[in-house]
């Protein structure tokens, strides 16, 4: 028969003692080690999967601006289309539900309808396509017509006429490497403003349209503009170093100005991104935001520098 006094004890974390004598504690066990998880940016972005989807973008662009054209134009008209069924479907948070089959064909017409025809092309498509989207609405329910009319006004002169003015500018003189300066200006606003947004923020710029954007974020934003559009004036277009900062100094105006706008109706609407298709950016909408506000501002200057 076992003495139960030398028994093993379990889970006390002391060894067993004789009568009379303190008790020893055990050995101390090595502790499990820590388990890894991937874990978001400090400004909450999965940092490798947003690398990952924007040099697909810049490779598919680059495709697009200087070997195939048509690519381009395919790839304008899928954001566009995207970018309206993103509005359309966050515009429904609000009771405000747009035709969204004539509203994304619409918007994926005005970019190819640019592309192939330009200006008077672009208007003839706003027209077909507003007109297919009242009479779509017209032909259903009565409740709510007005709202839903308006919406996709908004939703298409936003994204899909905006958008269009990038193939405008790609059939001016030099118009794939504008649409390039264009482009990565606004990114460079969006990167630099980022990272010294992220590392010095500590003064909301708009705090109750955006409260993560801060004035720390945007002089690295307006300082970015600056320097990508002095080199690319320089390098790309052979223009003065000048007309480079003043298109930097208008395009980070431009660019804020629509991310702001598009921050502005998200809050309105109760939601944090336009969508998910792009995995560590969001919505095409989220990608998109600064760009639909620099193109015709750049598009603008570009005829104004060509003008003096």
């Known amino acids: 028969m076992s003495d139960p006094s030398r028994a093993p004890h379990r889970g006390t974390g002391t060894s067993p003692a004789s009568p009379g004598q303190a008790p020893v504690p055990a050995a101390p066990t090595a502790p499990e080690p820590a388990r890894r998880h991937t874990a978001p940016s400090r400004a909450g972005r999965n940092l490798p999967a947003a690398v990952g989807v924007a040099a697909v973008l810049i490779g598919t662009l680059l495709v697009g601006l200087f070997l195939e054209p048509l690519v381009l134009a395919l790839l304008a008209g899928v954001a566009s289309g995207i970018g309206v069924w993103e509005v359309g479907r966050s515009l429904r948070f609000r009771g405000i539900h747009i035709p969204r089959v004539p509203a994304v064909a619409a918007g994926m017409l005005m970019p190819l309808a640019a592309f192939a025809g330009e200006g008077e092309a672009l208007m003839m498509a706003v027209i077909v396509g507003l007109t297919l989207v009242i009479v779509w609405r017209a032909l259903g329910r009565r409740e709510g017509m007005i709202l839903s009319v308006m919406g996709s006004v908004f939703a ?59 004035w720390e974020g945007f002089a690295g934003s307006l300082g970015g503009s600056v320097l990508v559009g002095v080199l690319c004036a320089v390098l790309l277009l052979d223009h003065a170093w ?13 660019a804020t100005l629509g991310d702001f706008s598009e921050s502005m109706v998200k809050r309105e609407l109760g939601i944090k991104d336009m969508g998910t298709l792009l995995p560590g950016h969001g919505g095409v909408m989220d990608r998109i935001d600064s760009i639909l506000f620099a193109v015709p501002a750049g598009y603008l200057l570009f005829a104004l520098f060509a003008a003096v």
């Open 156 to 214: 298409l002169v936003w994204v899909g006429f905006l958008l269009s003015i990038a193939l405008l500018l790609y059939h001016s003189e030099g118009g794939p490497l504008k649409v390039l300066t264009v482009i990565l200006v606004a990114v460079g606003s969006d990167t630099f403003g980022y990272a010294v947004g992220v590392v010095w923020g500590r003064h909301p710029m708009a705090p109750r349209i955006s409260p993560k954007k801060s």
């Open 242 to 254: 000048w007309e480079g900062a003043v298109l930097g100094l208008v395009l980070v105006c431009a």
